[in-house]
Each structure stands twice: as structure tokens, then as C-alpha cells.
């Protein structure tokens, strides 16, 4: 974990400074003192124009031509120079006028839509390679520093630190810049001093997190709650007072409501029982007694934060025999007590609402311990209708109700692994009876270094940093202190923050064994190279296409490669975004926080399952097979599934939650939190699927504006108004089949068959219309036809996912050059059962990947 502690003022003001001036001084020079500089890229020859030229002598040349010239708008000598700013917003400046159909005006000779619409893709389709161009390198991979999520797990790696939630660099580090869709592209990935003094910070706090001194600052204790110890403590005499809630002589049984620990279990010497940030051990002694309804028992364990994603620790069925539940968590003195409950899903209630009469007299009787009379008190209470509210009829009969019994609750920690930690043994690897002089710093540093930089060091490399280690021993330092102020200074050195493959020459040449490492790490992992991966660059062996096969199938069976998870393919399905409109909670109560994180999680699971089993990548158009957990299965109405954990299961028969487009985090993105969006959902399913994102809308294009007062509209009819437009009709006809197709779910992903949210209820709401044609021309009728449909399409699927993973890869934007490449890369997936493994054999083994 990372934590704080003091560290002198004069260290850290002179590794701020000595990382800032060598930071800014490496970022100028960088790009040309290694050859790399993007603006002397060019991808070829431009498309020709012919036809636009044609078209804007036709039809714009008498407003823009050599006789008159509206607006000061020329149009009858513009060159497709798409690289010129001038030209090129000219050209944007065209595009949107026809698209908006104000161009040609009226009254003049007017186009067919099919000719303006293919003069808009024409431009658009330029202005997307002249970006291209712009951002390309000629088709070289160019000096790119880390992403934050490659940070925090190089330093994870590197120094053996586990980090806790909200405490890793990825969370305390700003976010990354994007480009082509992924943080992994070089030209958004600059490095400036704000960024550099960030770093700082985040490194002083990983080596303060790292080097620790003494003893553990709170050893580990163990502070437990047995139940019968609720009846001897005054201030929470209440609880068995509490209707739903009887107190037993060494138990507690909730029929609803919770037991917590109730500030009794305190750390020892200490007020709270959280004493520092830290991994702890939470026990429940727990057992359940089945209702009349037979279903189990299901108890939940929360804790106090601030933070909702932190929660919810544990949610289980528990069996009718007593047994110890145990999770491992995170907690921090912010998390205060934790409770445990019964879930109760029938939506039964004992009021709690009792007659201050009948409540004073349980009172006296809970404080007596007089539990005969507490529970005879609470029958009566809801026999005679002492509650504001109606009484439950069940109430009287308890013996219909599920019970959850406690016998104890136990918390313990902070745990360690081991003390010292890991991290600390890392650096100071003759342990802390060797004696500590200049010759261990050294070795302390021709150790580290090569690991930190990724490649082999200079002796000019290992005397910098044992130097200023040097200067803190000479300053009256302690040892730790000045070791600690070396590694500041690696962790905010570009050397580590820049993925180095150095080169001043004009050609491509071969990546060397130690940066191939890196890039094959970087690729699969979002980490540093492990060392098998660093005894082969040592050893020359890496570049071996046999041996780099190999390291390809090992490290996608490694756990590591969650990485490609939560960094591709985290990115592509854009899984991040599933959750930018909180649902409307009046129109849609099946949603809460936990189903959100679990559609978030089904989809990373879905991906993480078809490249691990090497399942064929076809299953994200369809499949017969999802993955799920107990609050998902529940919401899509599957039954047996229990747990908080993922896991595969084949659907029921006409489920239709089959494929990445099933999925009802994918729904949720294309809505508004009231409504559905076809258009959000239609653009979603051409870039992911085929890597074919739309043109841009054109300026003030607007949206499908919400029904007004006294309209019965649905999403779907809005839309076809607004394809009436003509300046609309050319766009729209190429993307709203494909998320009319996708009606049936609603705002939250659940299956619908008529219309809901908005105006929309009960049995007069209007049937879901889920029919369309595609642009190839192909109609469909509903879900299951349009996904047999793109299915059709899986050589369009292989050829953009290859395209995306290339880019991920190279950490570059795709280019011309690269078109033959992507061809061999898609032919080789469908040899292959369009597996995620041959793409990422074909990239890995190619030239692309394995040049400067």
C-alpha cells in the first residue's frame, strides 16, 4: 500500500528539481534528437478528386466562381491540400453546408442526395487521413512515455507493491490523452512539467510506501464481537427492541434489519477500530433458517464509507449449519463500523414505527434482559395495530419468515505479508544487518537500474543516482532516506517514464532484443517485461520467431494479461462509458449501483473469457454463452447463478443475451437515462464491430428532441420525422438501422416488447418496432435477424478489429502502408476461428512490430 510519511524538505526540493530540469530537457529534445519528429511523415498520394471537382464546378461554381464569389468563397480552384489549415477548413466549411442542405441554396440546379451525400464522404474520409497523416510517422513507432495504468503496474512489478483502492498511480495520476481511440498512441502521450511535478509526488509517496523503517507502526490484532455481549452494553440495548430482530442467549436472529459492531470492537490503546489504512480479515459466524417460502438465507456485510463502490463487502447464501464466512478487504479509519444483514428480496417489513407506550415498556425490557417479554411485547405491538402503518398479517407467524443467526463478528488487522515488506527487500536485498556504506549503494542501484530502465545500464547511469544518494549520506541522512531520494529520482527519470527505442537514423531498422521485450510486455501485460522475457533479451535469444511464439502463448496464459483486459479491451467496447447517464430511478427502480458495476464487469469478463479460452472473437456479434453473476443473472432473469464472481454460462433457449450487443451495459451507453438514443446505440455498433465510425454530424444538426406535452411519439417515429430532413436523410440512412435493431432493450438493458420510459406505461404502450434494412440492403425483422445479419459480415469484423488491435499494439494510428499487413492479419484470423490469440501472433510477428 502507499502511505505518507515525513521525509526531509531538502530532499525533495532537490530530486523536484534535478527530475523537472532533466524532464523538460529530455521532452525538447526527444522527438528530433532521435530521429522521430511526426511532421516529416507523409502517407502517399492523395485520392483523386475528379469527382468533387466536378460536382463544385456543377453546382457551387456559379455563387464561388471566377465571376462572383459570395461570402469571398472560392470553390472552383480548391485543391485537395487537406494538410493546409486554410484549405482544409474550407473543405469542413463545404462539407457542412451540403450536409445541412444549404448548399446548393435554392433555386439553383440541385444534386441528386446521392451526389451530395457522396462529396460529404468524400471530404470527411480526407479529413480523417490528413489527421492521420498529421499524427503518422511513416509508419514508425515513435517515443511515447507510459499511460498511468502502465505505470502503476510497472512499479507494482517492479518493487512487489500492492497498492489499495483509490492509493495506485493510476488513481492519483491525471488522465492520459486519447488518440484513435486508446491511450497508447505516442502524439497524445506528451509529458510537460505539471505532469513531471505530478510524478514527483506520486513517486515520493511510493518510496516513502516502499523503504519503511522499524517495526510495523500498528501489529495486527484481532478484536471480535460475540453477540451475547450486545445485552451487557447500555447504548445498544435497543437492538433487541427492535421489531424483526430477536436477541437469543449467545445469538442474534434478524429477520430483517442488521447487527453491527457498534464501536465495541476497538483497536487496542485506540479510539476506532481502523487504526491505519490496510488489508483486513472480517469473520462472521453466521447460520440460516429457510422461511416458509423456502428460499435461502442471504447475508450481506457492508461497512461505513464514503466511498459506494467500497461498500459492499460480501453478499452470500449461508447454509443451515454454523459457519465462519471470511473476506480479505481493504478498509481505512474512514470505514467506521460494518454491519450484517439479511437480504431480504420478498420486500416484507416489520414496521419499526412503534407507539412510544409499547416502546418504553421494550425499553425496560430489553435493558433487563428480559427477552421473553421484548419479543411478547413486539407480537402484541403488531397484533393490536399499534404501528402507523397497517401490520403485516405474516408478522404474528415468525415461523414463516427467513431467519439469519450471528453468533459473532470478528475483525482483524492490519494485515502484512510480510515485514519487512517485499518492496523493502527489493532494494535492500542483504537485509537490514548489512552495513550500510557507498559500495552497498552501488549495489543497491546496478541492481535496480537495469530493471527500472528495462535494458542494460552504464556505469555514468548507476554513478548519477549513487551520487545524489551519496549527497543526502553526506547531509546527515539516514541510509533508508537516502535510497529512498534515488528511487524518486528513477521513478520521475524519463528513463523509466519513456519507452526508449532510440534512433537517429532515416530507415527502419530491427527492434533489439531488450525493446522488443518491452513492447511485447507492453502490449499484453501494460507492464514491464518479466525475467524469463529479460534472460532472453540477455541472452539474444527474443527475436527467434519460434521463441517469441512461445512468449506470446505463455504470457496470454499469465494473470498479467488482465492487462490487455482492462487496457484494450476496456477501450475498444468502451466500457467506460456505459455509465455516463445515471438511469431516471422514478421510471427505472430495477437499477442500482451494484448492477451498474456489474454490466461494466460482464462485458471486461466477456472479453477477458474469449482470450483466455482462445474462444473465437465472433462471439461479440453473437453467441450461445455469456457471463454472469448472481445480481446479473437476477436482473436478466436466469436463474441458479450465486455469487458476487463471474463465471460462463450457456443461456436458456431465445435468450437474447447472447454477444457483446446483448449486453445491458451496452444499452445503457446508447440512452439518455429517460430514453433510448438509436442513433448513440447505431454509432456504437459500426465503430466497435467494423471499426467504421460515421462522418461527423454537421454543425447544429441537433438531436431527437423529447416528446411535447400531448404527443405519444416513440423514439423510433421522432427519428424517422427527422430523417425527413434532407440534409439528415444521407447520415442517418447508414446508421439508424443499426440501433432501430437494438429497440427491445430499454434505458437499462432490460428486454422490452412495448414501449416504456418517458409518456410510455401499462398495455396501451405501443409495440417495440425492431425491424430496418442495412445499408448493404439487407432487411431484418427484430434482434435475432440483425445479429445473423452481421454475423454475415465477420471478414468487415475480422479486418476493424485487426485494425484497432494494431493500433493498440504499435501505439500509433493506422496507415496506408499498413494496408496489406491488415489484410494478411484478418486472413489469418479467419483461418484460425477469428481467435483473439492468432491477431496478436500475426501483429507480434510482424515486421510492424518488430522495426523502429
Known sequence: MIGRSPAPLRIHHLTRFLCLAVGILFSLSALTAWGQSPADSSIGPTVDHTKTSKFLKTYCAECHGPDTQESDLRLDQLQPDFSHATTASTWIEVMDKINLGEMPPEGSTMPSSDEAASVADWIASELRLAERTKLSAQGRVILRRMNRAEYANTVRDLLKLNFLPGESPESLLPPDGTAEGFDKVSVALMLDPSLLDKYFEVAQRIADSAIVEGPPPFPTEKMRLEM???????????????????????????????????????????????????????????????????????????????????QLLLETEVTETPQVYEIVVPRDPKCGEYNVSIVNETGFQLSSRVGNDIRRLQQKAGEAKDFEQ??????????????????????????????????????????????????????????????????????????????????????????????????????????????????????????????????????????????????????????MPDEQLFDLARAGKLRDPQTLAEQVDRMLADEKVTGLTNGFGAQWLKTGEFRNFMPDARLYRAYDEKLGEAMVRQTLAFFDQILRSDESALAFIDSDWTMLNE???????????????????????????????????????????????????????????????????????????????????????????????????????TIDSYGFALENFNVIGQWRDQQDGEDFRGRNAPPIDASGTLPNGKAFEGFVQFKSLLMEQDERFARGLAEKMLVYALGRPVEPGDRGLIDELANQMQQQNYTLSSLIRGIVLSDAFQTK
Open 374 to 527: 421484548v419479543m411478547r411485547l413486539q407480537s402484541r405491538q403488531q397484533m393490536e395495530n399499534l404501528t402507523w402503518g397497517k401490520p403485516n398479517p405474516d408478522a404474528a407467524d415468525r415461523t414463516k419468515l427467513r431467519k439469519l443467526v450471528v453468533d459473532w463478528l470478528e475483525c482483524e488487522g492490519p494485515l502484512y505479508e510480510q515485514w519487512p515488506p517485499k518492496s523493502h527487500e527489493t532494494l535492500f536485498f542483504r537485509g537490514e544487518a548489512a552495513e550500510e556504506n557507498e559500495p552497498y549503494l552501488h549495489d543497491i542501484f546496478a541492481r535496480f537500474l537495469p530493471q527500472a530502465f528495462r535494458r542494460p545500464v552504464t556505469p555514468d547511469e548507476i554513478d548519477h543516482v549513487v551520487a545524489l544518494c551519496q549527497g543526502e549520506l553526506d547531509a546527515g541522512e539516514s541510509f533508508h532516506d537516502a535510497v529512498r531520494t534515488g528511487l524518486v529520482a528513477v521513478l520521475c527519470s524519463p528513463k523509466f517514464l519513456y519507452l526508449s527505442e532510440p534512433s537517429a537514423a532515416v530507415d527502419k531498422r530491427p527492434l533489439d532484443d531488450w525493446e522488443l521485450a518491452s513492447r511485447l510486455s507492453y502490449f499484453l501485460w501494460s507492464s
Open 228 to 310: 451475547e455481549d450486545i445485552a451487557e452494553n447500555r447504548a445498544i440495548h435497543y437492538l433487541c427492541a427492535t421489531p424483526g430482530i430477536e436477541c437469543l442467549e449467545k445469538a442474534i436472529v434478524l429477520m430483517q434489519g442488521s447487527t453491527r459492531s457498534y464501536g465495541v470492537m476497538k483497536y487496542p490503546g485506540l479510539r476506532q477500530e481502523i487504526p491505519i489504512e490496510g488489508m483486513y480479515r472480517i469473520r462472521v459466524r453466521a447460520w440460516g433458517e429457510p422461511g416458509e417460502d423456502g428460499q435461502p438465507v442471504v447475508m450481506r456485510v457492508r461497512q461505513d464509507h464514503p466511498s459506494a463502490d467500497q
Open 631 to 733: 445480481r446479473l443473472a437476477r436482473f436478466y432473469e436466469i436463474e441458479g447463478i450465486k455469487g458476487e464472481a463471474f463465471r460462463r454460462v450457456s443461456l436458456p433457449p431465445g435468450s437474447p443475451r447472447g454477444g457483446l450487443l446483448g449486453m445491458a451495459g451496452v444499452a445503457m451507453r446508447g440512452s439518455d437515462g429517460n430514453r433510448t438514443k438509436p442513433v448513440n446505440r447505431g454509432v456504437y455498433v459500426r465503430d466497435v464491430l467494423f471499426n467504421d465510425p460515421p462522418n461527423p454530424p454537421p454543425p447544429n444538426a441537433g438531436e431527437v428532441e423529447p416528446n411535447i406535452q400531448g404527443e405519444r411519439l416513440t423514439v423510433r417515429e421522432r427519428l424517422v420525422q427527422h430523417q425527413q430532413i434532407a440534409s439528415c436523410a444521407a447520415c442517418h440512412r
